[in-house]
């Protein structure tokens, strides 16, 4: 299956500022899923889209899948320290059932 | 719900060696994923079981691993004559049958090969 890209691959950022990670796909997607892996941790998963254009919220975090179904992001505003971790977007392998290929990830740092 | 859970946390062991994990999955989920994480990468998929059955394998899968899951539940993963690219975590995940269900992770299990 085709990977995804994720920019940036890190992320430094002063405490209350914003955080943005993209995922791209050269080929249209079913369904995108997000998850967050802290520093020692196992992936946690965080939503999933599916729809053009949909945009979910959870707090301070916005989700946004592309109208093409070719890219999304996620966005955090005003972060806080606990949310350093590694942000991996995830599309299903075509053809499998569940399968993910999950994207390198955006590192996010956050400085106190 | 007591997650997945994943033996050993860690393992050491020598080149050549064979090595045996073991996931548990969340009771009521039906499928079972293993994944394959090294540093700096997110998790690469190795194989995947609905109940007993396994469904399907990554073509990048080396005949040294080998997985099973007998009963339907609990899961173990062999790698036979281990080699040094072998060192990774390994990842168990679970989700129920339906499509499009979250995969919840255990801890994984960290592989270390002298």
């Known amino acids: 299956g085709q990977q995804v890209m994720q920019i940036p691959q890190y992320q430094h950022v002063q405490e209350g500022e914003d955080f943005t990670t993209y995922c791209n796909s050269s080929?249209?997607?079913?369904?995108i899923q997000w998850y967050k892996q802290r520093p020692g941790g196992h992936p946690v998963f965080l939503i999933q889209?599916?729809?053009?254009?949909e945009v979910k919220k959870q707090k301070r975090l916005t989700f946004q899948f592309g109208e093409a179904k070719k890219n999304s992001s996620l966005h955090i505003t005003a972060t806080q320290t606990t949310d350093v971790g590694t942000y991996f977007c995830?599309?299903?392998?075509?053809?499998?059932?569940?399968?993910?290929?999950f994207g390198k990830g955006t590192k996010l740092s956050v400085k106190p | 719900d007591t997650g997945v859970s994943q033996d050993p946390r860690h393992k050491i062991t020598k080149r050549g060696q064979n090595v045996t994990f073991r996931c548990d999955p969340i009771?009521?989920?039906?499928?079972l994923y293993w994944y394959r994480q090294t540093l700096g990468q997110g998790p690469e998929f190795l194989t995947y079981?609905?109940?007993?059955?396994?469904?399907?394998k990554s073509r990048l899968l080396s005949d040294r691993f080998s997985a099973e899951r007998p009963k339907g539940s609990f899961s173990t993963l062999e790698i036979q004559r281990t080699e040094q690219g072998d060192s990774a975590m390994y990842l168990c995940?679970?989700?129920?049958?339906?499509?499009?269900?979250?995969?919840?992770f255990g801890d994984g299990t960290r592989l270390s090969i002298l």
């Open positions: 995940a679970s989700s129920l049958w339906e499509d499009n269900q979250p995969q919840h």
């Open positions: 080929t249209t997607l079913s369904n």
């Open positions: 889209l599916v729809k053009s254009g």
């Open positions: 995830a599309r299903e392998d075509g053809g499998s059932q569940g399968n993910l290929i």
């Open positions: 009771s009521e989920h039906n499928r």
């Open positions: 079981f609905q109940n007993e059955a396994q469904l399907e």
